[in-house]
């Protein structure tokens, strides 16, 4: 019914396609479920995708990470599932081989940076920004609350002067941060609005002389705030002011809003790169949480060896919520758990409901991909653990990814070195054996925000921004073999200059999980591999034990005993 009114809405428009997004005008940053666009369009409930609606044919693009849930997911005699990179850029391919030469979307949805580069690349197409035709407000009040600067290491008037120096420094008027995640840890701010990201969904204008003024709908803070009419009103009668922001985190919708006299300098966005490097006070929170949250993952792997009997995806899920929630400092979990049973594993992102909860059951893998919120840090952890015995297929294909995960762990690099070129470092250890997988190797964290935080990631597109002491990224590559199992093993780590040479980086782990020895075929690791295996491991219990009881420190012990 929806992609109907749609196509009557471009019948009067003359146009003859529309994009929909997965994101709103805080781009890359989650949704509330009331807000999925593309769920409430098609049933698709990822976090990553983007749909065009033409007037005979309607498709939803998915990487590789989302391909069959989509498929699972959506009615195919309504839209047709493209395992493409969900960018614009990807649709504009597919409409160009299809003569489509119109297209419409919502400006509040696309960087300036990205319409900027379609314009130029696609000069044979109409882009009409048309606004929303999938409207889903939000209305509900959010509260920004303060972060306690001993956890977040820095004041706010020490970051804010930060700010002040860059525009005073480049003789700027102001800098509007469109990113909420820049805004939240700019300000020390948080709240519950987000089911999973502690973070202030506003943007923020900082000017020279230091004054703040928060933009958003509904929302009470402690800096003055104006709604999204007085945003707009600001912009358009902003004659003559320079405003720093950054191309490809503002909407394109602010250029077009603002005064022809404006000048809107493109910069990177500077809290981007500084919270990416973490300070002192948030790295050992990373550290401290990653103990207490490894010992509540063993609490319920303890648990799970005697209980797994009748047992579902859904059990395991809310009994790992119960050991994260009695740690000290926790908040929420840091997105909605992965529990995949069997088959369900090789569904990358998949989340058990009501409706696809599956008993756990003898000689199957479960995939458990899960992660915390602490006042002190955030957690990503994935275990893949065998229930009962494993195949020797299942040996084969673990122990393949646990040397990837290895290889990755081990490396040494130049300072600056892009996570591009550090993706292969892992991927290589599959494609000896004519393996792969459809994500990329690493992404940043947050300390208490996003558990997926640019600007470094590790992957074959990734981002060209050199890695730099104090960043930490997840290694998380794995194997997927639909109708069969999926593997997975993710830990945090985060970077250190090498103990051999100051400029070159290594790799130190934050998540302190045993890995199932019963899944290791240990003659197909090198002396190398084991050595570093029995080492995290000996470190896994001497920092886990003090926070188990008798009969898990017991298991513990035997989790980690030496190959």
Excluded at 534 to 552: S, T
Aim: net charge negative; hydrophobic share 40%; with cysteine.
């Amino acid at each position: 019914m929806m992609i109907q009114k749609i196509r009557n809405k471009l019948s009067k428009l003359g146009i003859e396609a529309y994009v929909v997004s997965h994101g709103n005008r805080f781009l890359g940053q989650d949704v509330l479920p009331e807000e999925h666009k593309l769920k409430a369009l098609c049933g698709f409930t990822g976090s990553a995708g983007i749909a065009v609606i033409t007037q005979d044919e309607a498709f939803l693009l998915v990487d590789g990470r989302y391909e069959l849930q989509a498929r699972l997911e959506t009615n195919d005699d309504e839209i047709t599932v493209v395992d493409e990179m969900p960018r614009f850029k990807s649709v504009c391919d597919l409409l160009r081989q299809k003569n489509i030469a119109s297209v419409g979307y919502d400006a509040w949805c696309h960087s300036i940076a990205e319409t900027e580069y379609l314009k130029r690349r696609y000069r044979e197409m109409r882009f009409v920004d048309v606004g929303e035709l999938v409207s889903l407000p939000q209305e509900h009040m959010i509260e920004a609350l303060p972060r306690d600067e001993r956890f977040a290491g820095q004041s706010r008037a020490q970051k804010l002067a930060l700010i002040t120096d860059i525009l005073r420094e480049q003789g700027a008027d102001a800098y509007l941060f469109t990113s909420a995640d820049s805004v939240s840890w700019l300000f020390n701010l948080y709240a519950h609005d987000l089911p999973y990201t502690p973070i202030v969904r506003a943007y923020a204008l900082v000017e020279a002389d230091g004054g703040v003024t928060l933009f958003a709908d509904n929302l009470r803070a402690d800096l003055p705030v104006k709604n999204w009419q007085q945003f707009a009103t600001f912009l358009a009668s902003a004659e003559n002011k320079k405003i720093m922001c950054d191309a490809h985190t503002t909407p394109e919708k602010i250029k077009n809003l603002a005064a022809s006299s404006v000048i809107l300098q493109k910069t990177p966005d500077i809290c981007a790169l500084s919270k990416a490097e973490k300070n002192p006070t948030e790295l050992q929170g990373m550290i401290s949480c990653h103990i207490r949250d490894g010992a509540a993952v063993v609490k319920l792997l303890h648990w799970l060896e005697d209980n797994w009997r009748g047992k579902t995806e859904l059990d395991v899920v809310k009994k790992l919520h119960q050991f994260r929630a009695e740690q000290e400092n926790f908040f929420s979990e840091s997105f909605a758990t992965i529990a995949g049973s069997g088959s369900n594993g090789a569904i990358v992102h998949y989340q058990p409901d009501e409706k696809s909860n599956t008993e756990l059951k003898e000689n199957s893998l479960l995939l458990l991909d899960s992660g915390g919120q602490y006042f002190d840090g955030t957690t990503d952890i994935t275990r893949t653990v065998v229930i009962g015995q494993p195949t020797k297929e299942m040996i084969a294909d673990f122990t393949t990814v646990l040397k990837a995960h290895i290889a990755l762990a081990q490396m040494r690099f130049p300072t600056g070195t892009a996570g591009a070129k550090l993706d292969i470092i892992a991927r290589s250890k599959l494609w000896k054996e004519c393996q792969d997988y459809k994500h990329g190797t690493g992404h940043g964290v947050a300390c208490f925000g996003n558990v997926h935080e640019g600007p470094i990631s590790i992957s074959v597109g990734g981002s060209d921004y050199g890695f730099k002491p104090n960043m930490i990224t997840s290694n998380e590559p794995g194997i997927y073999k639909e109708g069969k199992y999926g593997i997975r093993i993710e830990n945090l780590q985060y970077t250190v200059p090498s103990s051999i040479n100051e400029n070159f980086l290594e790799f130190r782990y934050l998540t302190k999980v045993p890995i199932d020895k019963k899944l290791i075929d240990k003659y197909l690791l090198s002396e190398g591999e084991q050595a570093w295996l029995n080492e995290y491991h000996e470190d896994v219990y001497n920092d886990l034990a003090p926070y188990l009881n008798e009969n898990e420190k017991v298991w513990l012990k035997d989790a980690c005993s030496p190959l």
